[in-house]
Structures are given as C-alpha cells and as structure tokens.
C-alpha cells in the first residue's frame, strides 16, 4: 500500500505538487481509518478492484489466510474457492452461500461495488466463519421464535373465551334446560344478561356462548365493571388519545369495546355501575358507535354485548339506581342461572368433576368421594355456590394423608355439624337408603377400630360371620 501511494505522488506533475499531494494525504487517511476499523472489528473481509486485485482485506482474514500481505495480487490466487470475480463480471450479489476455505466450511456474502451504474470493485465477508457457529445462531433464534410464540399465544388468550358447553357441568333439569336455551341464541347477535349468585358460573355460561355463536373466531373481552374505579372505567371501556389527561400512553390507548370489534364484551358485575358511565354506555349501545377519551374521531363498533350481575337489576331500576333505558338494551334475552341449593341434583356431579379438576393441578391422586361425604356436601345450602364448593374440594384433598377417598372428616366443620342432611333427594327406594346407611355405618366403624373386625361386629352386635358376609355384599374392604 505504501508503494501504491509513493509512486503515485512521483508521477503527479510539478505544477499540482501541492495540491495533488495533498489530495492523495487525504485519500490516504480515509483508507488507513477504514483499515483500522476492518481490524478492530475481527471480521473477515476482503474488498477488490474492478478487475479482481485485492485492494484492502482485515487483519483476521490475513491470519487466516496466514498470507501478511495479500493486497495487488488477485483474490483467486489468494481465497480457495471463491466467487468475487465472478460477481464482478455479472454485478449480481451472492447472499448466504457456502464456500469452503481450508477445511471450513463457512457461510459468504459477496456483493459489487456499483457507482454510476458500474461495477468498480467487490466486498466479500464471511458471515459464518464456521457453519457450526450458524446451526449454533439458528437454535437460538428458533428456540426465540417459539418463546416469542408462546407469550403472543398467552396474550390471546386474554382476547378469547377459554370455556364452552361442554366444561357446563350438571345433567340436572334446570341448568339442561339453561345449556339449550344458551345453544339456541348463541346463534344469534342479541345482547344478553345473565342473572345469579356469585359463584353460580355466569362468566363461564358467557365464553360458552361466544364459543358456541359465528363470532368465536373474533376476540372475546372481559371488563369487571365492580373492579375498576368509576372514573378509570371510562378511559378503559372507550380508550384515549396521546394527551388526553396527564400521564396518558404516548400513542393513545384501544379500549376495551374496540379491542372487541368483530366479537363479543362481556361486562361483568353491570349493577355496579355509576349512573353516568351508564350513560355513556346507552349511547355506544344506540349508535354503535364509541370516541376516544380526547378524540374527535368516532369508530364504527360490531360488538354483542353479554352483561352480567348479581344484582337485582329490576329493584335498582326502581329505586333510580339503574337507568330503565339502559336495562331494556341489555335485557334482550335474560338467563338465570339458579343457585347450587337449588340444583342439589348435580352436586355429586360437579364434586366429581371438580375433584378431578383440582387433584390434577395439585398432582395429587384422589380415587373419588365417600357417599357419606357426599351426602353432607348435598345437605349444605352452599351460599358461596360452585366456587365455594371448588374450595371445599380442594381443602379436602390437601388433607387426605394416605387416604385416597375424601371422607367427611375431610370436610369443613360448618358442613359436618349440618343437621339437614336428606336421602329424598337421591331418588332412590326406601331400601336402598337403609342398604347406603348400614354400609355408610360399617365403614365408620371399622375407621374407628382402625379395620379390627372383631371389635367393630361387637359394636354393631353382629357375629363376626354376619359381619363377613356383610362386607361381602356392600364390597367393603
């Protein structure tokens, strides 16, 4: 490079002495910058004139090369299997090929040098030195990608209804009777308000409804109304613009009706709204249509609307706590869902289904459930519903020890001191019930006499045989 840049100096004519020279300075320095760059950065990189000499390559790929001064001779003479001259002569480049060099075999860009429509030269880099190093790159960047898929997946699952019939426990009359009617305006766009307890599944009737209608594949938002303070409610329901209010998201922010568009709201806890969110409400409702918080622009809104409460919405109207105008929007079609004391018919169901539930997030093993436990889990009136009865279950199962079948002394003491307790309700014959109490009798007997069979026949005044045969017969082991 020095002899490059002597000869040129001797061969500028006197009159330009000066400036030339200084020209070639200055041309001179933006080359040693360059090349003090291209060795810092630990690369391999070559660049080429026009007719393929080697102008400049980096430190590392000299070692490499283990050639100290490659510069003025062609780069086929100094690169094992090189293509630069090649995209030289067709100016195309060359991304992501292989090219072995010494043994390794690594991945190369080429890519021409074009001013004013001519090739003037070629800069070759090696972008894996080893293809190993790219097949390390590729799992990391494969193994981010699946991360990447799985936080997207649990971000949609906060814009889609995770339940549907099917997860609607119980075979009684009642909720059968609820679960079709559902089915039937599932199918249809009408608002519709789910009445009951709390703890009675009013959100998990309203994902199956959305699952179960021809928005499923649209998002499904849940707002509880009673959890957001009244005057948060409006900028989440409706969303902002940027300066809205201080400390507004640069950007602004969707609400909750927009990010619905095209599927369904639930407003969960209706009754608990303030009477001038209300309001702005009805009017979403009429004109379908919802403004930004500081907006000026109004957004055209395909939402179905599925409100819920446990509230009497019919007395809050009376009493002026709930707009009437309002309440007949979202009234279209009304469900009930009735309390679990009412539908003690599917408590051995739900107990079943919700034992299964919690013994496979505990990782616990739980065989079933006494019938004696049962019959006290159906004579207790349940005023926390379904919910409190999951709590139940679940306090059982923490306690089993080594039993692998919830007894009553697994239970609650409030459900153990019940008094109440019923066979009416089993729909069985008067026979079957004493047949159910005597081996109810027997197997609390035998718990007491840790399983001494002699002492438990002499506190139930049977012969040891009588006893026997009796276990036999109710399977008793």
């Known amino acids: 490079m020095e002899a490059y840049y002597k000869g040129l100096k001797k061969n500028i004519c006197d009159c330009d002495v000066k400036n030339n020279l200084d020209k070639v300075d200055e041309e001179k320095n933006y080359f040693d910058i360059l090349n003090t760059i291209l060795d810092t950065v630990n690369?391999?990189?070559?660049?080429?004139?026009?007719?393929?000499?080697?102008?400049?390559?980096?430190?590392?790929?000299?070692?490499?090369?283990?050639?100290?001064?490659?510069?003025?001779?062609?780069?086929?003479?100094?690169?094992e299997n090189t293509r630069l001259h090649k995209v030289l002569e067709t100016g195309v480049r060359e991304v992501g090929e292989?090219?072995?060099?010494?043994?390794?075999?690594?991945?190369?860009?080429?890519?021409?040098?074009?001013?004013?429509?001519?090739?003037?030269?070629?800069?070759?880099k090696?972008?894996?030195?080893?293809?190993?190093?790219?097949?390390?790159?590729?799992?990391?960047?494969?193994?981010?990608?699946?991360?990447?898929?799985?936080?997207?997946?649990?971000?949609?699952?906060e814009k889609t209804a995770k339940y549907s019939f099917e997860h609607i426990v119980g075979s009684g009359k009642k909720i059968t009777d609820i679960k079709k009617m559902a089915q039937k305006i599932a199918k249809t766009d009408s608002n519709v308000l789910i009445l009951g307890e709390s703890g009675t599944g009013k959100e998990l009737l309203a994902h199956s409804i959305h699952n179960a209608s021809n928005r499923r594949f649209g998002p499904f938002i849940r707002i509880n109304c009673a959890a957001i303070p009244s005057e948060l409610l409006e900028s989440e329901l409706f969303g902002y613009d940027e300066g809205a209010f201080t400390g507004a998201k640069k950007g602004g922010k969707k609400g909750k009706f927009e990010l619905a568009n095209g599927g369904t709201i639930l407003l969960d806890e209706i009754g608990d709204m303030s009477m001038h969110m209300q309001a702005?409400?009805?009017?979403?409702?009429?004109?379908?249509?919802?403004e930004r918080l500081g907006g000026n622009k109004r957004i055209s809104l395909d939402v179905r609307i599925i409100a819920s409460t446990n509230m009497d919405l019919e007395k809050l109207v009376k009493e002026k706590k709930f707009r009437e105008d309002l309440y007949y929007r979202l009234n279209v079609i009304t469900i009930k869902l009735p309390p679990l004391r009412e539908r003690k018919e599917d408590i051995e169901e739900l107990?079943?289904?919700?034992?299964?539930?919690?013994?496979?997030?505990?990782?616990?093993?739980?065989?079933?459930?006494?019938?004696?436990?049962?019959?006290?889990?159906?004579?207790?009136?349940?005023?926390?519903?379904?919910?409190?009865?999951?709590?139940?279950?679940?306090?059982?199962?923490?306690?089993?020890?080594?039993?692998?079948?919830?007894?009553?002394?697994?239970?609650?003491k409030r459900l153990r001191q019940n008094k109440k307790i019923s066979y009416l309700d089993t729909k069985k014959t008067l026979k079957d019930i004493i047949e159910e109490i005597e081996k109810n009798v027997i197997r609390e007997c035998l718990e007491k006499t840790n399983g001494?069979?002699?002492?438990?026949?002499?506190?139930?005044?049977?012969?040891r045989t009588g006893l026997y045969k009796k276990l036999e017969r109710y399977n008793i082991k």
């Open 43 to 79: 690369e391999w990189l070559v660049v080429t004139d026009d007719k393929g000499i080697i102008t400049m390559m980096s430190r590392a790929y000299k070692e490499f090369l283990k050639d100290p001064n490659p510069e003025g001779k062609h780069v086929t003479e100094v690169i």
């Open 280 to 290: 702005k409400l009805l009017r979403v409702i009429q004109e379908k249509e919802v």
């Open 351 to 412: 107990a079943n289904a919700l034992r299964i539930k919690v013994s496979n997030r505990l990782g616990i093993y739980v065989e079933g459930i006494s019938s004696e436990a049962l019959r006290y889990l159906k004579a207790y009136d349940w005023p926390g519903n379904i919910r409190e009865l999951e709590n139940v279950i679940e306090r059982a199962i923490n306690l089993l020890d080594s039993d692998l079948i919830i007894q009553p002394k697994h239970l609650p």
């Open 126 to 157: 090696g972008m894996f030195k080893d293809i190993s190093d790219f097949m390390t790159l590729s799992k990391k960047i494969n193994r981010l990608e699946k991360e990447l898929e799985y936080y997207k997946g649990e971000l949609n699952k």
């Open 452 to 463: 001494n069979k002699n002492k438990a026949a002499k506190i139930l005044g049977l012969s």
């Open 98 to 124: 292989i090219q072995e060099i010494k043994g390794n075999r690594m991945i190369a860009m080429r890519i021409p040098i074009i001013k004013d429509g001519k090739v003037i030269g070629a800069v070759g």
